[in-house]
């Protein structure tokens, strides 16, 4: 049984901290992109970051770009997105998923459609 389960979220206030986590169950990562989607209420489901099966390569929406930082530690089978400077406008449901490594460009993993693998989310709110 594939399991992705995330973890980390929370409240914080802006300008704020969190880091998320993405832990594997019933399979590894080590060939799988993993990416960070974002979903707040009656929006559609938006790409923050991916990144390539060995962590070589990362990517970020514009949005997050110098504030979020996405890595991987595939001995642990974990994935995770450390979280600076946060915003308002970063309060969503946040998810992992995990898709297939393949000769793809940003676009392509940017996309919900490309994953195969789904979490459950966990809920970033930053409020005064």
């Known amino acids: 049984q594939l399991q992705l389960v995330e973890s980390g979220g929370g409240l914080v206030q802006p300008g704020g901290s969190l880091r998320l986590s993405c832990a594997a169950s019933?399979?590894?990562?080590?060939?799988?992109?993993i990416g960070w989607f974002r979903q707040a209420p009656g929006k559609e489901r938006e790409g923050v970051s991916y990144?390539?099966?060995?962590?070589?390569?990362?990517n970020y929406a514009d949005s997050v770009k110098g504030r979020f930082t996405i890595s991987r530690d595939n001995a642990k089978n974990t994935v995770y997105l450390q979280m600076n400077s946060l915003k308002p406008e970063d309060t969503a449901v946040y998810y992992c998923?995990?898709?297939?490594?393949?000769?793809?460009?940003?676009?392509?993993?940017?996309?919900?459609?490309?994953?195969?693998?789904w979490g459950q989310g966990t809920q970033v709110t930053v409020s005064s």
């Open positions: 019933g399979f590894t990562l080590n060939y799988s992109v």
């Open positions: 998923a995990a898709g297939l490594q393949g000769p793809y460009g940003s676009a392509w993993y940017f996309q919900p459609q490309s994953y195969d693998h």
């Open positions: 990144i390539s099966s060995s962590g070589g390569t990362t």
